[in-house]
């Protein structure tokens, strides 16, 4: 299949594109080709050979969505619509948060689980699936992403383990970390399966966890396989105590996965599995 691909130069984006370039045409789309921002977008995508469309593309800062909202929502709405309104009923796969979500209480959250973001970046994230959804098109909610292509939180947390640094983590926000390699995988699957349409929480398996639960997690196995002389301690630090967090962030945003199983036909990996099998490489690019 012939597969259009936005946000390259991104992790959801970068992945996408390497692990279906396997077995697909694939076609990346970076901003200086299809900028979301420009009014002839959807000009440019209609005139693109391809058959599907996957979005990955976005403000991810949250800080910045907020410092310029009306650019977050020219990305983000405008730019959504303006694919959507080239793709000429060629099938579309966005991707994006679980901010989007009313974070009041713990627990697993399905894809009927209310809606309420708090910040610009979740709002217009939000808005721009309303569009997709609309449009007969598959939303996939991502969380936590991290994976080879960017250095993300766990590679911040071995890194300094590693060096004997002190560490500090969040224990006050609650949900569960996406591999890229495998959401590469389950959209590939989705690919197999006929591409269908409508919305999916896309993470991994395990119990709700917080960056500090998560940094408790990774120094533990580093002791275990015999990498650090002791346990490092993982000092806790809330959200209210983020001088850089200007948008608001919700608690308990982690997201169920049976939707996403069913599609698959299995289960997505444990969060704490993908750790154990991916510490050799993240304490690689930490050397």
């Not at 996957?54 to 410092?67: G, V």
């Not at 500090?212 to 580093?222: I, K, N, S």
Request: with cysteine; aromatic share 6%; hydrophobic share 40%.
């Amino acid at each position: 299949m012939r597969v259009a691909v936005t946000g390259v130069t991104g992790r959801v984006g970068r992945a996408l594109a390497d692990r279906l370039g396997d077995r697909h045409a694939v076609q990346e789309c970076p901003r200086r080709q299809w900028d979301l921002e420009d009014p002839n977008l959807a000009g440019k995508v209609a005139e693109t050979d391809f058959e599907l469309l996957l979005h990955p593309a976005a403000m991810s800062s949250l800080e910045e969505c907020e410092r310029d909202p009306e650019r977050a929502r020219r990305a983000h709405v405008g730019g959504t619509r303006s694919l959507l309104g080239g793709l000429e009923g060629r099938p579309v796969l966005y991707f994006s948060t679980d901010y989007v979500l009313a974070g009041k209480a713990p627990g697993l959250k399905s894809e009927e689980a209310a809606t309420a973001p708090l910040s610009v970046y979740a709002r217009t994230k939000w808005e721009a699936e309303q569009c997709v959804l609309e449009a007969g098109g598959t939303v996939m909610r991502v969380s936590w992403v991290f994976g080879p292509e960017k250095p993300a939180f766990p590679e911040s947390v071995v890194k300094r383990a590693l060096a004997g640094e002190s560490l500090m983590a969040i224990d006050d926000k609650y949900s569960l970390p996406c591999s890229t390699a495998d959401l590469a995988l389950w959209v590939e699957r989705w690919i197999e399966v006929g591409c269908p349409a409508g919305l999916f929480h896309a993470c991994q398996s395990g119990p709700p966890v917080s960056w500090h639960g998560m940094a408790v997690e990774l120094v533990e196995q580093l002791w275990k396989e015999g990498r650090l002389d002791r346990p490092v301690p993982v000092q806790k630090q809330s959200m209210a105590a983020m001088p850089g967090f200007v948008a608001q962030r919700p608690r308990h945003t982690a997201m169920a996965t049976d939707k996403l199983a069913g599609m698959l036909g299995w289960a997505p990996r444990d969060w704490r599995e993908v750790f154990r099998q991916d510490l050799a490489r993240t304490v690689g690019v930490c050397r």
